[in-house]
T-cell receptor, first 112, second 116 residues
């Protein structure tokens, strides 16, 4: 059964800093991986999807990588802003399934 | 930009009562999903629905739960006899239903269900 873990659970950084959020998964049968943002009391906003054949995906200041052999994905946020403050979730999709398995998230606070 | 909508935003019910949570997926999407998030815990998959039938379900999705697409736009989750442990945020999601590899899931804002 796929297990997804995110470290750290919480992170506080000053504005302008570059940062890396980590996601690890136990089963290499993972097919692709999606990163989401969740604001307090709100739904999940899709940020990036890394396809099975890709090693990374970029959108603006965000860059996500996927290394199936090591069971890891990272989300890199460049030049962080207070508006980036939210919980970031990674979720993996296993081969042959559509269900997403979520990590517990990293709660990010960017201090102005 | 098209988005998934859910109603109500908050539902309070008594234990043992039936509840129906409603969702309007993005209009051209073919796959629909329900997930839930108990306070302080991970988001958990409940069920996926495609071509008018359940395509996958988790251990959580027992006989107390059912899903339906009653018309061309709505997708519902019914809990027959609610328990205290059903209290959670319920998220609906939809995806285009293309190849698995590119099928991004888009989530609604959620319905907070409180069972008293």
């Amino acid at each position: 059964k796929q297990e997804v873990t995110q470290i750290p659970a919480a992170l506080s950084v000053p504005e302008g800093e570059n940062l890396v959020l980590n996601c690890s998964f136990t089963d290499s049968a993972i097919y692709n991986l999606q990163w989401f943002r969740q604001d307090p009391g709100k739904g999940l906003t899709s940020l990036l999807l890394i396809q099975s054949s890709q090693r990374e995906q970029t959108s603006g200041r965000l860059n996500a990588s996927l290394d199936k052999s090591s069971g890891r994905s990272t989300l890199y946020i460049a030049a962080s802003q207070p508006g980036d403050s939210a919980t970031y979730l990674c979720a993996g999709m296993d081969t042959g399934r559509r269900a997403l398995t979520f990590g517990s998230g990293t709660r990010l606070q960017v201090q102005p | 930009e098209p988005e998934v909508t859910q109603t109500p935003s908050h539902q309070v019910t008594q234990m043992g009562q039936e509840v129906i949570l409603r969702c309007v997926p993005i209009s051209n999407h073919l796959y629909f999903y329900w997930y839930r998030q108990i306070l302080g815990q991970k988001v958990e998959f409940l069920v996926s629905f495609y071509n008018n039938e359940i395509s996958e379900k988790s251990e959580i999705f027992d006989d107390q739960f059912s899903v339906e697409r009653p018309d061309g736009s709505n997708f519902t989750l019914k809990i027959r006899s609610t328990k205290l442990e059903d209290s959670a945020m319920y998220f609906c999601a939809s995806s285009e239903g293309g190849g698995q590899d590119t099928d991004t899931q888009y989530f609604g804002p959620g319905t907070r269900l409180t069972v008293l």
